[in-house]
């Protein structure tokens, strides 16, 4: 199957697109589930996730109540559907990315860092233990730009700064991670602590595992939070179901 775009979701986004626009899926066709899409595409549930968001992002798809994603018409005016697309930077990209840069940067900051840096980061640290969820980003944030400083790269700092403005800035990032958040995912104060005691102890190694650790488990954290909302959709229909049947018992009950 020919793929165009620039980024891997993006093929794949555009492809689907291209063959809504071609009539393989019909308004209210629902789409073939993320495995077998995968297998199709030859990606990971990643990219399909990045894929199938973006898509609902722009109209071309959506969810209806757990039961899946559906073509909603095929219609999206003049113009390629992956101009349409308008794309931007995956949330899945993004982090892949923060766990080749950051994991670096903590490896070089374990040699670097100064006593005063280590004190700000321990403070920082113990922000991230806070009940005040704003707080918490905020803190989560400073943590590993802090850490990007301690290297004593400007070009390092400016490359961990650039991705993590990204989160905000790419519309398909953003989109991800309000749903994490909206599923109440937020920064863990323990998958952080493990940096700063790689950093005291000066080993390169350990920084560089404890920073790929945590990255990699925001990528769990993503995929859960965007797997959650078809579990919350699907929840939500059996109680409405279940309302309807309760209230149909109930009709002539003495």
Do not use: C
């Not at 350990?206 to 859960?224: G, P, Q, S």
Request: hydrophobic share 40%; net charge negative.
């Amino acid at each position: 199957m020919k793929i165009t775009g620039n980024k891997l979701y993006q093929k794949v986004a555009a492809s689907i697109a291209e063959s809504i626009e071609d009539g393989r899926w019909s308004p209210g066709t629902r789409l073939p589930g993320e495995r077998d899409l995968a297998e199709e595409y030859k990606v990971s549930r990643p990219t399909i996730r990045e894929a199938m968001i973006a898509l609902e992002m722009r109209g071309w798809i959506e969810a209806r109540h757990g039961s899946g994603l559906y073509v909603t018409r095929r219609d999206h005016g003049p113009g390629r559907p992956e101009d349409a697309l308008e794309y931007d930077i995956g949330a899945f990209d993004l982090t892949e990315a923060r766990i080749l840069f950051e994991g670096e940067a903590i490896a070089l900051a374990a040699v670097t860092i100064s006593d005063e840096q280590l004190a700000e980061l321990q403070g920082i640290l113990e922000e991230m233990g806070q009940d005040d969820e704003a707080a918490v980003m905020d803190a989560d944030r400073r943590f590993h730009l802090a850490i990007a400083s301690a290297t004593d790269n400007a070009a390092i700092r400016g490359v961990v700064e650039y991705l993590w403005e990204l989160r905000a800035k790419s519309p398909l990032s953003a989109n991800i991670f309000a749903r994490a958040k909206k599923g109440g995912i937020t920064p863990r104060i323990e998958e952080h602590r493990p940096m700063v005691e790689a950093l005291r102890a000066r080993d390169p190694e350990a920084a560089r595992n404890a920073m790929r650790a945590h990255l990699r488990t925001v990528v769990d954290d993503l995929l859960e939070a965007t797997e959650l909302e078809a579990m919350e959709r699907a929840r939500n229909e059996i109680d409405a179901r279940r309302d309807k049947v309760s209230r149909r018992l109930n009709i002539g009950a003495a």
